[in-house]
Structure formats: structure tokens, C-alpha cells
């Protein structure tokens, strides 16, 4: 039985990984091919040439926006996303959630941008409990002046689930700044702790 289990352990070990990532592959791919329904029925690659392409959404996708940059790049395409955002901004709802949606991609995407470049271990839920953080802003604004500290703005990830979180703003002088990279933090945070950066290298070294 010992056997047994140590040869079904190592299979699921095998499997399970590579099963999820053509899980997540798949509705990729699948969410990107709805993009084909931007295209006439009568153009689609099903119709011209006799059969679906798999994958076929992603090139359009990303042929879509690198045409897109292309336009918006020069003086008239800028000219023309400004107009477009000024009609946007005139329409209640819609530019509250455009704007904040904007707001955030540029932070995000950005090569200068401070958001989740960083990985900090703040104190949460309470003293003397630790959790990993990632810092979204360090900009000044009422909450600096209201509380007197300089304080910085973390997302805190759920785990397994990093996607859902709590934002907080914390004293610098609270938080911990850490050396592991964005990636290493979401790993650790997806695995639950089980996948610590560095715990290879050491098992290594101690071997």
C-alpha cells in the first residue's frame, strides 16, 4: 500500500499541474475567440475555408490592439481618443467607471509605475499575525494629512483566490518590505504557503 500511494502521489503530482494549465489555457483561448463575433458570418475562417481555427481569436485580439496603439500613437488618433473621453466624461455613470478603470490600467501596465512592484508582510488581521501584501501607491493625499503618518496603500490577497483582497493603508513604519518578486508572492499565496521562495534553493544547499 505504501507503494501504492507513493506511485498514485507521484502521477497526481504529474497531472494535476499540467491538467489545470490546459484548463486555464482553454478559457483563454476560448474568451478570446469571441472576439470572431466582431467578424461577418460570411468572413469567418469557418466559413472561408471550410473549418474553425482554434487559437484564431487570440491573433485577432492582439492584432486588434496592436492596431489600435498604432492609431492612438499619432497626433490624429490622440486627437481622436480625446474627444472620445470628452464625450465619456459627460455621461454620469459611464465616465466615473471609465475613468477608474483607465486610471488603474495605466498604473498597472506602465513600466514606470510603483503599483505591485513590490512585496510587502504587513500585521492583519491583528498584531502579531502576518500576511503578504503588495503595494499599490505611496501618493499623498487626505489620508496622509488626516492621520499624520506616512502611510502607503497595500492590497491584501485571499488565498487561494488572489483576485479578491482588502485595500488598506498602513504606516510605512508598520510595513516590511520583502525581496521576493510579485510572482513569488503569488505563488505563495495560491499555494497557501506551500510554495515558499527560496525553500528549494536551502533544500539544495542543506542536500
Known amino acids: 500500500m505504501t507503494t501504492l500511494r507513493k506511485y498514485l502521489v507521484a502521477g497526481i503530482l504529474v497531472w494535476l499541474p499540467l491538467g489545470v494549465t490546459v484548463l486555464v489555457v482553454k478559457l483563454f483561448v476560448d474568451l478570446m475567440d469571441r472576439t470572431l463575433l466582431l467578424i461577418p458570418p460570411e468572413y469567418t475562417p469557418e466559413q472561408l475555408l471550410g473549418f474553425s481555427i482554434p487559437g484564431?481569436?487570440?491573433?485577432?485580439?492582439?492584432?486588434?490592439?496592436?492596431?489600435?496603439?498604432?492609431?492612438?500613437?499619432?497626433?490624429?488618433?490622440?486627437?481622436?481618443?480625446?474627444?472620445?473621453?470628452?464625450?465619456?466624461?459627460?455621461?454620469?455613470?459611464?465616465r466615473s467607471v471609465y475613468s477608474?478603470?483607465?486610471?488603474?490600467?495605466?498604473?498597472?501596465?506602465?513600466?514606470?509605475?510603483?503599483?505591485?512592484?513590490?512585496?510587502?508582510?504587513v500585521e492583519y488581521p491583528r498584531r502579531g499575525l502576518w500576511t503578504l501584501a503588495f503595494q499599490t501607491g505611496v501618493d499623498?493625499?487626505?489620508?496622509?494629512?488626516?492621520?499624520?503618518?506616512?502611510?502607503?496603500?497595500?492590497?491584501?490577497?485571499?488565498?487561494?483566490?488572489?483576485?479578491?483582497?482588502?485595500?488598506?493603508?498602513?504606516?510605512?513604519?508598520?510595513?516590511?518590505e520583502l525581496d521576493m518578486s510579485v510572482d513569488e508572492g503569488l505563488k505563495m499565496i495560491i499555494s497557501m504557503g506551500v510554495m515558499v521562495p527560496g525553500q528549494e534553493t536551502t533544500q539544495d544547499s542543506d542536500n
Not at 104 to 121: A, N
Not at 143 to 152: F, L, N, P, R, S
Not at 158 to 172: A, D, E, R, V
Request: hydrophobic content about 50%; cysteine-free; overall charge positive.
Open 100 to 121: 477608474a478603470v483607465k486610471q488603474l490600467t495605466e498604473t498597472l501596465v506602465s513600466p514606470s509605475g510603483q503599483s505591485f512592484r513590490k512585496v510587502l508582510m
Open 56 to 94: 484564431f481569436g487570440v491573433f485577432l485580439s492582439l492584432a486588434i490592439i496592436l492596431l489600435t496603439g498604432m492609431i492612438v500613437a499619432n497626433f490624429l488618433g490622440s486627437r481622436l481618443i480625446r474627444l472620445w473621453e470628452f464625450i465619456l466624461s459627460r455621461i454620469p455613470v459611464i
Open 140 to 176: 499623498i493625499g487626505e489620508a496622509q494629512h488626516k492621520t499624520g503618518e506616512d502611510v502607503v496603500n497595500v492590497y491584501v490577497p485571499t488565498t487561494p483566490n488572489p483576485t479578491s483582497g482588502f485595500f488598506l493603508m498602513i504606516p510605512k513604519k508598520d510595513v516590511i
